[in-house]
């Protein structure tokens, strides 16, 4: 079961429970969520966030917004732009031509 960004989440094993904020998949297939709580200690001091298995995660509450997926721009240029400043001025670092 995959958990989505923004879901209200609880760990099975320790009880904590948080919003999901992150989704972290390593190329051994192990698959970590990072959970940010949604309250504050009895003291009214912040908690701290936590980082669990996706497995021993439940999800509580489904997120009432799904989370925007922005495309991937590689800084403040587009790739085209970039490609054409390297054309011109650094022939070396072009992708399609080998130095010569």
């Given at each position: ?14 009880g904590f ?39 021993q995660?439940?999800?509580?509450k ?7 997926e ?16 390297i054309?011109?001025?650094h ?8 130095n010569k």
């Amino acid at each position: 079961m995959e958990i989505q960004l923004g879901s209200k989440v609880k760990d099975k094993i320790s009880g904590f429970t948080g919003i999901a904020v992150s989704r972290t998949v390593f190329m051994n297939g192990c698959v970590r969520v990072e959970l940010d709580p949604d309250r504050l200690s009895k003291d009214g001091d912040l908690i701290e966030g936590a980082v669990f298995d996706e497995v021993q995660l439940e999800i509580v509450k489904t997120p009432v917004k799904k989370v925007k997926e922005e495309k991937r721009t590689y800084g403040t240029r587009d790739t085209v732009n970039l490609r054409k400043d390297i054309r011109g001025s650094h022939r070396d670092f072009t992708p399609d031509r080998r130095n010569k």
